[in-house]
């Protein structure tokens, strides 16, 4: 029997499934496709990295054994909504810093019947962060055309940046009236003993940090 063609139809999909396969590793969105199971039957690498996984080892597990429970059922939830109403479910969580948008897809059997979901997720995490920001800024303006009181502004001010550096500690340091010393205007995380220490500290090289960083 002639197989020829059969077999060139073959090599056609393998050839087709590689250079999909190559296009969602070189995504930097995770991309999954499981069953109404839960069960990952296809996916990219970068869905695996967000579980410290490879994509081999999730292919024929269940996605909700590598998730919190609650978040598991949650998730789970969502799932079955797209199973049972066949159309599209978007949302956004967050988990460990980490804000993730996910959308969810019916797939479509030849018969109609939806089996599987393709699900995918975005990191917007720097969008949020961007999105705090600007609330804080907004913020800020307001305290300041209300009239708001000096250090009532300036803890608004380092809540700005300390939203954008999370390892950061901030504070404001005002001049005296002769310019030749520090005076604490605001902090909000930094110890009290600290803030004291610098109150009142001469600007000059050699006078602390801070004193050399004014001077500076």
């Given at each position: 029997?002639?197989i020829?063609?059969r077999?060139?139809?073959?090599?056609?999909?393998?050839?087709?499934?590689?250079?999909?396969r190559a296009i969602?590793?070189?995504?930097t969105?995770?991309?999954?496709v499981?069953d109404?199971?839960?069960?990952v039957?296809?996916?990219?690498?970068?869905?695996?990295?967000?579980?410290?996984?490879?994509?081999a080892?999730?292919i024929?597990?269940?996605?909700y054994?590598?998730?919190?429970?609650?978040?598991?059922e949650?998730r789970?939830k969502?799932?079955?909504n797209v199973?049972?109403e066949?159309?599209p479910v978007?949302?956004?969580?967050?988990?460990?810093g980490v804000?993730?948008?996910n959308?969810?897809y019916?797939?479509?059997?030849?018969?109609?019947?939806v089996?599987?979901?393709?699900?995918?997720?975005?990191?917007i995490t720097e969008?949020k962060?961007?999105?705090?920001?600007?609330r804080?800024?907004?913020?800020?303006?307001e305290l300041?055309?209300?009239?708001a009181?000096?250090?009532?502004?300036l803890e608004?001010i380092i809540?700005?940046?300390?939203n954008?550096?999370e390892?950061?500690?901030?504070?404001?340091?005002?001049?005296?009236?002769s310019?030749?010393?520090?005076?604490?205007?605001?902090?909000?995380?930094?110890?009290e003993?600290f803030?004291?220490a610098i109150?009142?500290?001469?600007i000059?090289?050699?006078?602390g940090?801070?004193g050399?960083?004014?001077?500076?």
């Open positions: 029997i002639d020829t063609e077999k060139l139809a073959e090599e056609a999909i393998r050839e087709s499934n590689e250079v999909l969602l590793n070189a995504s969105e995770s991309v999954f499981m109404s199971n839960g069960i039957l296809a996916g990219n690498e970068m869905t695996a990295s967000r579980f410290g996984k490879k994509i080892d999730m024929g597990a269940n996605i054994d590598f998730l919190p429970t609650d978040v598991a949650a789970k969502r799932a079955d199973f049972r066949r159309k978007h949302f956004e969580d967050e988990r460990f804000w993730i948008e959308s969810l019916p797939i479509f059997e030849s018969d109609g019947q089996k599987r979901i393709a699900v995918y997720g975005r990191d969008r962060r961007a999105e705090s920001r600007d804080k800024r907004t913020h800020a303006f300041l055309a209300k009239g009181s000096l250090s009532t502004v608004a809540a700005i940046i300390e954008d550096f390892d950061v500690l901030c504070s404001i340091l005002l001049l005296d009236e310019k030749q010393h520090l005076l604490h205007g605001a902090a909000l995380r930094l110890p003993f803030n004291q109150h009142g500290q001469e000059g090289m050699g006078n940090s801070c050399t960083a004014a001077y500076t």
